[in-house]
């Protein structure tokens, strides 16, 4: 059985959270609820949510952009070598929220630390493990914010970065999947859930028959 990879990326607000509940479902009415993983970064490991903590809560100016570069990457480098590589070998449909594209952003584009820096970091970290899709849910940066905003979470040191960092976000990515379109697919996450459901199905359901899942 071959593993399946997909990662969830967006800015905050984006819906990244409901959409993998949705696609969990959708692949367990499929009889692949076992072959189902489910894991997020920062995090994935106890040791990589304690570093978790670090990074998502806090005032805004906690840590250089340099340094959460490398707290990333640590926790990333547990996640992939404990969780990504076990279960992709087990054969498992990996759904995970937020994955290295995301220091390529944040840290990278939008914090200012060099390309070649954050490569490096990501190839330590990683090993070359990349996913096989990554689902980018594009939307309004305002909107977003004000989303996020209605959480009950003390996780919010990002969202507290303000709305022109933000708007940063959303153009870097945008530009990394117009680069790597291939590996990216970009959905309006503006719409109703279900709608944006249903477009993912769209997208995902060809690539997991390729890759000789029965869907």
Known sequence: MAGYFISFEGGEGSGKTTQIKLLVA??????LAERTRVTREPGGTPSAEA???????????????????MLMSASRHEHVEHVLRPALAAGDIVLCDRYNDSTRVYQGVVGGVRSDAIEALN?????????DLTILLDMDVADGLSRADGRDSS???????????????R???????????????????ARDAT??????VDIISPRLISAGVTV
Do not use: M, Y
């Not at 959708?26 to 009889?31: F, P, S």
């Not at 990002?158 to 960092?165: I, Y």
């Not at 999947?177 to 291939?182: D, F, N, T």
């Not at 709608?195 to 993912?200: F, G, T, Y």
């Open 155 to 169: 996780e919010n040191r990002f969202e507290s970065k303000g709305l022109a960092f933000h708007q940063n976000v």
């Open 171 to 189: 153009a870097a990515f945008l530009s990394l999947a117009e680069a790597s379109p291939g590996r990216f697919a970009v959905i309006d996450a």
């Open 123 to 131: 190839n330590l970290a990683c090993g070359g493990l990349v996913p």
């Open 51 to 69: 570093v978790r903590s670090l990074l998502v809560e806090g005032a805004a100016d906690r840590w250089l952009p340099a340094t959460e570069a």
């Open 195 to 200: 709608a944006i459901h249903d477009d993912i």
């Open 26 to 31: 959708w692949l367990a009415a499929r009889g």
